[in-house]
């Protein structure tokens, strides 16, 4: 299957900093990409859908002023999450496609953020 | 009622087991059915993929959809304890093609 790698693996930061999460397709050219939040034990929870050179779509709850996404190129989508608090810590997880009528998409590692 | 429902588990079996694992769904516009293996602290990984009703068999692992009942299903052969981890089924329809996950049911394959 095609890899996704997602970075970093796990990150820690402080209340109120801000912090990059990195999704790259390294084997193909992924025109969507999308962003899931995994609380434990839960399922998946779609965040966002980004498509190449185009704005997100978040999903109804999801503030986008706080979880920015950019979707620049084909191989790389890039999750912010601005002024974090303690409810931001989750696993954070992308996932990409290579066309958007391909039903099959390609998970990264995950995410772990703490926010202490 | 969740689109998408899955029993959480745990399921506990012993090694060499026929596994059998389960989601409802109710949206009848869903064609395209993925299970996911998920290990701990990992992302998931597309084990199965089935368009429609029917069979698919891949190795140990046969995946089965029922559109009649909106019922799909997992099984796994002679189960091994590597095989331990959380399975996540997913459905989506012909028009935007984003899955729509369950929650994952835990399995544990003991020795």
């Known amino acids: 299957g095609a890899v996704v790698s997602q970075h970093p693996s796990r990150v820690i930061c402080k209340s109120g900093t801000s912090v990059k999460i990195e999704c790259r397709s390294l084997?193909?050219?992924?025109?969507?990409m999308f962003w899931y939040r995994q609380f434990p034990k839960q399922s998946l929870m779609l965040m966002a859908t980004?498509?190449?050179?185009?704005?997100?779509?978040?999903e109804q709850g999801v503030e986008k002023d706080k979880f920015l996404i950019n979707h620049a190129s084909l191989t790389l989508s890039t999750l912010t999450v601005t002024s974090a608090h303690p409810e931001d810590s989750s696993f954070y997880i992308c996932?990409?496609?290579?066309?958007?009528?391909?039903?099959?998409?390609?998970f990264g590692q995950g995410t772990r953020l703490t926010v202490v | 009622q969740k689109e998408v429902e899955q029993d959480p588990g745990p399921l506990s079996v012993p090694e060499g087991a026929i596994v059998s694992l389960n989601c409802t769904y109710s949206?009848?516009?869903?064609?395209?059915f993925m299970w996911y293996r998920q290990y701990s602290r990992k992302g998931p990984e597309l084990l199965m993929y089935?368009?429609?009703?029917g069979n698919k068999e891949d190795g140990r692992f046969t995946a089965q959809v029922d559109k009649s009942s909106k019922y799909i299903s997992l099984f796994i052969r002679d189960s091994q304890p590597s095989d331990s981890a959380t399975y996540l089924c997913?459905?989506?329809?012909?028009?935007?093609?984003?899955?729509?996950f369950g929650r994952g049911t835990s399995l544990i394959v003991h020795p």
């Open positions: 996932s990409a496609r290579w066309s958007r009528g391909s039903t099959e998409a390609f």
């Open positions: 084997d193909f050219q992924a025109t969507t």
């Open positions: 980004s498509n190449e050179g185009s704005k997100a779509t978040y």
């Open positions: 949206n009848s516009a869903f064609q395209y």
């Open positions: 089935t368009y429609s009703s």
């Open positions: 997913a459905c989506s329809s012909g028009g935007s093609y984003i899955p729509t």
